[in-house]
């Protein structure tokens, strides 16, 4: 967790609970590792791995969504 320097703008937060499964890490999902958990995961998560790539300076991201969203 980041600690955040007002305890103010915690509170007002929207906090995202992930509902669906915790895959195994000895047998995991095919395409996406995370798309069982994801609320946004789409048709090409379950057959396609996505690539790690930078979405700013020194932030990482392996997710489809990054890919639509430049699309757009």
């Known amino acids: 967790a980041i600690p ?3 305890p ?3 509170k007002q937060a929207k906090r995202i609970v992930l509902k669906g499964d915790v895959p195994l890490s ?3 999902p ?3 590792r995370f798309r069982t958990r994801c609320y946004e995961a789409m048709a090409m998560c379950a057959h396609i791995e996505p690539e790690l790539s930078e979405i700013a300076p020194d932030h990482f991201s392996a997710c489809h969504l990054n890919i639509v969203e430049k699309a757009v």
């Open 8 to 10: 103010e703008a915690s």
């Open 4 to 6: 955040i320097p007002d």
């Open 30 to 32: 095919t395409g996406c």
């Open 26 to 28: 000895v047998d995991p």
